[in-house]
């Protein structure tokens, strides 16, 4: 059975960081290109960082030199390292999992940001 599961969301301070941690299980991790998405209830969902089966990363433009994407295929696990976060930050982080025809999602795990 396919599962990821997000962790690390919470609330900060504007300026403050976070971590969020996504841990696979039941896909062959390291096929994957996987992604972190995010949404808030008054607007449409954003990419908000992706790196593919290669180490490949890719930036929304708004969290471009803030987040990093990192992954450890050993651990079956993706992180998101949130710096210098502000309140247009906060919304639910979903992690996605990609390859071929397969499209897998968290339950997500929110991040508010306060000012």
């Known amino acids: 059975q396919v599962e990821l599961v997000e962790s690390g969301g919470g609330l900060v301070q504007a300026g403050g960081s976070l971590t969020l941690s996504c841990l696979a299980h039941?896909?062959?991790?390291?096929?994957?290109?996987m992604a972190w998405f995010r949404q808030d209830p008054l607007k449409a969902p954003e990419m908000v960082a992706k790196?593919?089966?290669?180490?490949?990363?890719q930036y929304a433009e708004a969290v471009k030199d803030r987040f990093i994407i990192s992954r450890d295929n050993a651990a079956f696990t993706i992180s998101l390292q949130m710096n210098n976060l502000n309140p247009n930050d906060t919304a639910e982080y979903r992690c996605?999992?990609?390859?071929?025809?397969?499209?897998?999602w968290g339950r997500g795990t929110q991040v508010t940001v306060s000012s």
């Open positions: 996605n999992a990609r390859a071929s025809l397969n499209n897998f």
């Open positions: 039941g896909i062959n991790f390291h096929l994957y290109d």
């Open positions: 790196i593919s089966s290669g180490g490949y990363t």
